[in-house]
Every structure is written in structure tokens, then in C-alpha cells.
């Protein structure tokens, strides 16, 4: 990219163009990548410009709060679908069932949304990368958060196209958009679900967010790491008060990495993991202990599914 001024300015002028007299819709995740879509279209065709934020349930602590005080501005729908998520994991054991069965839902939702808002045009954060990844797979066209839309528009435009993430970042800087987004953490699209072992329930899922919540809370800012975050193992046997109880298995999990292909675990001193740990178990009485993840990638995965 050779100037970020001149690439908003072209990439405004080309969403005013493409979008005509045009109602586009698109996804907002609150990602890096769809802010600076959101911001650069709202630049360019206001509010005809409806940013669709689906609230999964499976959100991080404050998230959905976060979306509505940085994009309450623009024309923005927030969708509260946390039960019927729930509702579509119930029973659901299998990482890849998960993600597809969040995956399906996500994609039910915005068709849903998208159509009742008459909306004719998508736009979509597709990055460079994101392209050469997908060549050969599922068309960039008509694709939302990885799955398929069954749904036709008349255009789709995908003003970051040409962008590395670097870049993507740098464009956000210069839109003025919150730090916290510019250079957040990677978050997984299916959610605190792949950070839940086993079946997600509602308990599970409050349980998780609030563990999270205290990870990134005592370890962002110091170190910003490539990602951390807590998930929940299962239970396990501990003691509060006077008696035995079954309570949850919280890990924390803290990586290094440089492109999330391998990862190496952070260095944190261990009087912060026992202030880390006391923190979560007093925070949240249903924790009966704390692990701290010691593995690189490979051999594990960098997510717990
Ligand atoms: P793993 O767990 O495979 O993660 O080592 C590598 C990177 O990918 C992210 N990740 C996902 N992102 N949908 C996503 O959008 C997913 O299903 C998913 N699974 C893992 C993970 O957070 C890490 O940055």
C-alpha cells in the first residue's frame, strides 16, 4: 500500500460508487478487519450503511456493550441470538460439530436480518490473505464468517481486499479507530465455545467469559501477548469451607506467536499466575481449580477445540 490517506480516499470513493442509491448491509464482529469497513462505509454512504452485529452469546466480557458505544453512531443492528445459539449447541460434544452448528446459525441470522432490512448490497472484510487462502475453496462471494449465504445481492464489495493485516491496522490508525481494536488479539469466530471443552451451556459459557475476562485483564496491557485467555476443562474435585466440592477446571493460556502457526507459552513470573489463579477461583465460586498451560504449538493447538 503505497499511502493509507489515499487508499481511504479511493476506497471511499469506490463504496459510493458500487453502492449507488443501494442499501448495503455486512457483518460486524468488532474485528479488526469489519471495523475498518464499517468506518470507511459509513464515510461513504452514511446510514444506508447497516452494520449487522450479531450477539452469539458467545461473546467476550463488556463485547456487545464495547460494539454499541464505538458504532452507536452509525446505523448499526445489534441482534441478541444468544438463545437460539445455545438452543442449536445443545447436546453437541464434537469440536467441528460446534463450529459447524455456530457457523450455520450465524449464517440463518444475518440472511434473516439482511432481508427484512431490504438490503441489496454486502460488504465484506475479506483481506489479501483471506484470498489466497479460499482459492480453490468456498468462493469469497457471498460468505460470511466462513460459511456459504444462500442469499443473492446484487453486489458485493469488498473494499479491503488488497490489504495485509499490517495494513489493515495501519488504516485503522489512521480512521481513528479505538486502539483496543487496531491491535487486538486474534478471537476465534465460533467464540468462548471452542474455549469450553465438551457440551456449552449458559453456565459454562458465564463461567468461561468472567475467567476470561481476568486472563486479559491482568496480562494484555503488560505483555500483549498473541492471544490469552482461559478455557474450561471439565470438573474436578476441590474443597471450599469445609467441604468437598465438584467445581471447574479453569486453564490459562497464554501464547507467543507470529502467525498463529506455532506458538510458544508466555514466560509469566509465578507470583502472577497465583495472583491470576486466587483472582479466578475467589471471582468465581464455581472454579474448584486453576491450570496454567504450559505446551507450544505444535504439540497443541493454540484453542482447547
Ligand atoms: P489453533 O487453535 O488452530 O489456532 O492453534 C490458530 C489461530 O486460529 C484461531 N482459531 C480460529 N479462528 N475460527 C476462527 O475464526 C475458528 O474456528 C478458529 N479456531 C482457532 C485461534 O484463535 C488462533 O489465533
Known amino acids: 500500500m503505497v499511502n493509507t490517506e489515499k487508499f481511504i480516499s479511493s476506497a471511499i470513493a469506490e463504496i459510493r460508487t458500487m453502492a449507488g442509491n443501494e442499501r448495503v448491509v455486512m457483518a460486524l464482529s468488532g474485528g479488526v478487519d469489519s471495523s475498518v ?16 452485529y450479531i450477539d452469539t452469546g458467545l461473546m467476550r466480557k463488556g463485547e456487545t456493550e464495547r460494539i454499541r458505544t464505538i458504532f452507536g453512531d452509525i446505523s448499526l443492528k445489534v441482534v441478541d441470538a444468544g438463545d437460539e445459539f445455545i438452543g442449536a449447541l445443545a447436546g453437541i460434544t464434537d469440536p467441528e460439530a460446534k463450529r459447524k452448528a455456530i457457523g ?23 483481506i489479501y490473505p483471506d484470498r489466497i487462502e479460499s482459492e480453490g475453496g468456498i468462493k469469497s462471494h457471498h460468505n460470511v464468517g466462513g460459511m456459504p449465504l444462500h442469499m443473492e445481492f446484487k453486489k458485493v464489495l ?34 468462548l465455545a471452542v474455549r469450553v471443552l465438551g457440551e456449552v451451556t449458559k453456565e459454562k459459557v458465564a463461567v468461561i467469559r468472567e475467567a476470561n475476562w481476568i486472563v486479559e485483564d491482568e496480562l494484555v496491557e503488560q505483555y500483549r501477548p498473541w492471544q490469552c485467555f482461559a478455557a474450561l476443562l471439565g470438573l474436578g474435585t476441590g474443597v471450599k469451607g469445609d467441604n468437598r466440592i465438584h467445581g471447574w477446571i479453569i486453564a490459562i493460556r497464554a501464547v507467543n506467536s507470529r502467525d498463529g502457526m506455532t506458538a510458544d507459552p ?39 477445540e
Open 104 to 126: 450455520e446459525r450465524f449464517i440463518r441470522v444475518f440472511e434473516r436480518e439482511a432481508k427484512m432490512l431490504g438490503a441489496t448490497c454486502l460488504l465484506q472484510g475479506t
Open 37 to 52: 469497513c464499517a468506518a470507511l462505509a459509513s464515510r461513504a454512504i452514511g446510514d444506508r450503511l447497516i452494520p449487522i
Open 266 to 304: 508466555l514466560d509469566i513470573p509465578f507470583e502472577q499466575l497465583l495472583r491470576i489463579g486466587s483472582r479466578i477461583t475467589s471471582d468465581i465460586p464455581s472454579v474448584a481449580r486453576v491450570v496454567y498451560d504450559i505446551t507450544p504449538k505444535p504439540p497443541a493447538t493454540i484453542e482447547y
Open 158 to 191: 469488498e473494499p479491503i481486499r488488497d490489504l495485509y493485516k499490517d495494513e489493515v491496522r495501519e488504516v485503522a490508525g489512521a480512521l481513528n479507530l479505538p486502539r483496543e481494536i487496531q491491535h487486538r488479539m486474534p478471537f476465534p469466530g465460533p467464540g
